[in-house]
């Protein structure tokens, strides 16, 4: 797992905090930086997600054939 995806999680929880404390409050400066919070998380575990998927595509393309093995060609119709 990549570490994006959890410092983004952290990130998106610590915005619902502060935004539902601004909500409770009545303070709107702590709902609008806790929603930006919010959206910074959710970005950034998304950032992670396609990190994730682009190492398990890179290592699953490497896993199907051996190294020392040449790529198949095709043959002549």
């Known amino acids: 797992m990549d570490k994006d995806r959890i410092k983004g999680k ?5 915005g619902r ?13 702590d709902q609008v930086k806790g929603a930006s919070k919010q959206i910074e998380g959710k970005v950034q575990n998304i950032a992670g997600r396609m990190k994730d998927a682009a190492r398990d595509a890179d290592a699953e393309m490497r896993d199907d054939r051996p190294v020392d093995e040449e790529p198949r060609r095709k043959r002549p119709a």
């Open 10 to 14: 952290v990130k998106d929880i610590a």
């Open 17 to 29: 905090i502060q935004r539902q404390t601004g909500e409770w409050t009545g303070s709107t400066d």
